[in-house]
């Protein structure tokens, strides 16, 4: 999408668009008229005749709506069937994921604000950003400082999305590793990929070229000036699925082609070309591309085939499955620190537990329960329980086949029953404190 100069300011442009909202949802939930549903299709299919990314593939696109039409097969008077039917003809002769018929009575009124729809849309993107924390909707640290950013989608404001991203990569240059989860990341725009990606690589490195037609081609270069600066030398992951579409797999193509990290997940839905948003009378969006990528290592990109990872994980677990791969390479990495070394071993076990969870009968765990000095384990309700002079009872979750187990609530703490002793073992502490069974 290519940003122009706003005629009014943002608030005002919202307003308008908002305005015509309530309206346009009434006739979006009501029936749709033959004629309306005529003038729709005209409509479409003006905009593939003039501004399809693919010109080879217009004509075909063309007459299957056009012959679905014949054959009466959008003569449904609900808007919602009417934008299904014609966003599965668009794609099942395309193989296009980005051309789609959507009932949006919001995008709509956007859509028809300013030059071409366009100021109106970038309010309406703007606000939405805003209100989303420009999609970074998750940080937090993991065991062994291991930094996880969540990004829900790639949205961007001028002037301020990198702001918002500035302080997220000062979050993880902190950490020794980096985890960025894309997964179920629908997309959003060029702008925030390329600020992203920057801090992972050197300035002013041709990221992305972009081509419509006849216009001369757009570039995309990495930025030179990171106010959070570079994050060279830290070992990343990146989360992908088949939920990952679009700027999504820019990012995750970019990690792959310039061999940035490594990507944890499975291959994205292959979703490459460049889209904008149309309005389609009474209250629709269409989204059709209008151009594409090629990315200076391969001089192609991932339309239809996806972004493969370089691990293949179940989606559910790709965040377990990639940082345990972290806390190995952490550990394997010359220089480290004794302190650190013990914190990646300790981090380790409990995620590795998560990915292969240790079971104990019945009868194995009630064998462990007694008295161990100022301590004490009782088995009830089918677990452990561990109980301490002024402290409260707490849960012990088993981590290994060999007695070790988690302490609920105390990531710093664990158990090992041997069946004659308890050890206590802190995080901290480089020997545990052992007490006989009574």
Same mark, same amino acid.
């Given at each position: 999408m290519i940003m122009s100069s706003l005629t009014r300011s943002l608030s005002t442009l919202l307003s308008c668009c908002l305005l015509c909202v309530s309206a346009l949802a009434d006739s979006a939930e009501s029936t749709l008229s033959a004629a309306e549903r005529d003038a729709a299709l005209k409509a479409i299919i003006t905009a593939f005749e003039q501004q399809y990314v693919f010109p080879e593939m217009r004509p075909r696109i063309v007459e299957r709506l056009k012959t679905a039409q014949r054959r009466g097969e959008y003569g449904v008077d609900d808007p919602m069937v009417f934008a299904e039917k014609i966003t599965k003809d668009l794609r099942d002769v395309s193989r296009d994921k980005h051309l789609?018929?959507?009932?949006?009575?919001?995008?709509?009124?956007?859509?028809?604000?300013?030059d071409e729809g366009e100021a109106g849309q970038l309010a309406l993107w703007r606000r939405q950003a805003i209100r989303n924390h420009h999609g970074l909707t998750e940080t937090k640290v993991l065991a062994g400082n291991i930094r996880y950013l969540r990004i829900s989608g790639f949205e961007w404001a001028q002037d301020e999305s990198g702001l918002a991203y500035d302080a997220a990569m000062k979050f993880l240059k902190e950490g020794d590793a980096a985890i960025i989860d894309i997964r179920g990341n629908g997309g959003g725009w060029p702008e925030a990929v390329r600020y992203l990606v920057s801090h992972f690589m050197r300035g002013n490195v041709l990221e992305m070229t972009f081509l419509e037609g006849s216009a001369a081609p757009e570039q995309s270069r990495t930025l030179d000036h990171l106010p959070a600066g570079r994050l060279h030398g830290i070992p990343l992951y990146v989360l992908i699925d088949g939920g990952s579409v679009s700027a999504a797999e820019a990012f995750a193509y970019d990690v792959q082609q310039f061999k940035l990290g490594e990507l944890v997940g499975s291959t994205t839905i292959g979703a490459a070309n460049n889209n904008k948003m149309l309005p389609i009378a009474p209250g629709f969006v269409l989204s059709i591309s209008y151009g594409r990528p090629v990315h200076?290592?391969? /001089?192609?990109?991932? @339309?239809?085939? #996806? &972004?493969?990872?370089?691990?293949? =994980?179940?989606?559910?677990?790709?965040?377990?499955?990639?940082?345990?791969?972290?806390? /190995?390479?952490?550990? @394997?990495?010359? #220089? &480290?620190?004794?302190?650190?070394? =013990?914190?990646?071993a300790w981090a380790k076990v409990a995620v590795d537990a998560g990915l292969h969870p240790v079971t104990y009968a019945p009868e194995q765990l009630q064998s462990f329960a007694g008295s161990y000095g100022p301590a004490k384990v009782d088995f009830r309700d089918g677990t452990l329980w561990l109980s301490r002079p002024n402290r409260p009872v707490l849960r012990l979750l088993p981590l290994t086949a060999e007695g070790l187990f988690a302490v609920e609530f105390n990531d710093h703490l664990r158990v090992k029953l041997t069946g004659q002793s308890l050890e206590l073992l802190r995080a901290d502490a480089p020997t545990p404190r052992v007490f006989p069974r009574s």
């Open positions: 789609s018929l959507s009932v949006d009575p919001v995008g709509y009124a956007a859509a028809l604000v300013g200076p290592i391969s /001089k192609t990109n991932w @339309e239809g085939v #996806g &972004v493969a990872p370089t691990v293949e =994980a179940p989606p559910a677990r790709a965040l377990e499955i990639a940082h345990s791969l972290a806390l /190995k390479q952490l550990s @394997e990495k010359s #220089g &480290v620190s004794e302190e650190n070394l =013990a914190e990646y």
